[in-house]
């Protein structure tokens, strides 16, 4: 089972979303972007809650597209949960099975199953408004999947909920989720959480994906300027190409000048180099592959486990036929124990260039 997305377009006024993409038998793609980039409306053309203008929504080789919202048997777990408060955990859990007419006895044994997976064994005759955030949460995911659905959709589900529940619900979703070979598309904002529920993560910007990969990938390794910059994982800086060799490129950037030996793509007009935060450091690295620069402290402040330092780099030519560019700051994080010289003061930060990449 599959759901793959084709050609699917819906235009609102001046903005149109249009998506290719898919999702294997029992993955989860998180589908992140900023606010208004066509996340939820993603979701709507797939649950059938909207209709597209043009394109496929095939699931298990069959296009789906027609069919109206119902008969989809595509599950939806949305923001506001939607629970009906005048049927208690059960009648929630049960209203789609009861819908598609399954027998009453049968709705029962997959109530009953379905609460077992979300761990709320003997609530099905709590009422909703006695229910806690978190348990409301299992009640939605429960019943999205008490009906075995065909796909499953989150839309930021764990949003309404303070940070310490977000992060033990995150961890559970892993749990219920792996008894589920729906493809599973979950859209959120939060970029942690990508990262935690996620098989795989799809940057969606102005109606369409820009980049996807896996989490460890996006973060570490972007290929764009717009995901390196959405996921903050690192530091995007302009540069300019020195030297091109076969395996290598020269490039003079901010910092100063360093070697890039990652080749990836990259614009010749306006380059730019990606060099994650762990690519950085403040200790004296006097090692292979390390490059020292200097850079001016213009302040600090303590964060708890770390320490974010912020700094000023000397002015830099990115156009020779030009006069000099403003100056870049920076901001890295280091650890709470290493001693920063005061603001004002010069220091000395190491760079692994073998980290470094180029994005479009």
């Known amino acids: 089972m599959a759901l793959e997305i084709k050609n699917l377009k819906k235009t609102y006024g001046n903005f149109s979303i249009l998506l290719d993409f898919s999702v294997n038998k029992g993955e989860t793609l998180a589908l992140v972007g900023p606010s208004g980039s066509g996340k939820t409306t993603a979701l709507n ?9 043009e394109g496929k929504i095939i699931i298990d080789g069959n296009d789906i597209g027609a069919l109206p919202t119902w008969k989809r048997n595509v599950s939806v777990v949305f923001q506001d949960l939607a629970l009906f408060p005048h049927l208690d955990v059960s009648g929630n859990i049960a209203y789609g099975l009861f819908v598609r007419k399954f027998p009453r006895k049968e709705r029962q044994m997959i109530v009953e199953d379905a609460l077992s997976t979300v761990r709320l064994s003997g609530y099905a005759r709590r009422r909703i408004d006695t229910l806690s955030g978190g348990e409301k949460q ?4 429960a019943r999205a999947l008490a009906s075995k659905p065909r796909a499953l959709l989150l839309d930021e589900p764990f949003s309404s909920l303070d940070a ?28 942690e959480e990508a990262a935690i529920v996620a098989d795989r993560i799809a940057l969606i910007a102005g109606g369409r994906i820009i980049e996807s990969s896996s989490a460890r990938e996006i973060f570490s390794e972007p290929k764009t300027e717009f995901a390196a910059s959405f996921f903050g994982a690192g530091q995007v800086l302009p540069c300019r190409v020195l030297e091109k060799r076969y395996d290598v490129v020269e490039v003079s950037s901010p910092l100063g000048i360093m070697t890039v030996t990652a080749l990836t793509e990259f614009d010749p007009e306006t380059p730019m180099i990606f060099i994650p935060y762990e690519g950085f ?7 292979a592959g390390w490059k020292n620069f200097n850079a001016k402290v213009t302040g600090s402040f303590f964060e708890g486990s770390k320490l974010s330092v912020k700094l000023l780099l000397s002015p830099w030519v990115s156009d020779q036929s030009q006069k000099d560019d403003a100056s870049i700051s920076l901001e890295l994080a280091a650890s709470p124990r290493v001693k920063i010289p005061e603001s004002g003061s010069n ?3 190491w760079v692994e260039q073998s980290l470094i990449r180029f994005v479009k």
């Not at 299992?138 to 995911?141: D, H, K, L, M, T």
């Not at 749990?175 to 729906?182: K, P, T, V, W």
């Not at 450091?281 to 090692?287: A, D, R, T, V």
């Open 281 to 287: 450091s403040f200790n004296n690295l006097n090692k």
């Open 347 to 349: 220091i000395d930060i």
């Open 164 to 191: 310490p529940l977000r992060k033990e619900l995150r961890r559970e979703f892993l749990e219920i989720r792996s008894r589920s070979d729906a493809p599973c598309v979950f859209v959120t904002h939060d970029r």
């Open 45 to 53: 053309l797939i649950s059938g809650i909207s209709a597209p203008e």
């Open 138 to 141: 299992r009640v939605a995911i």
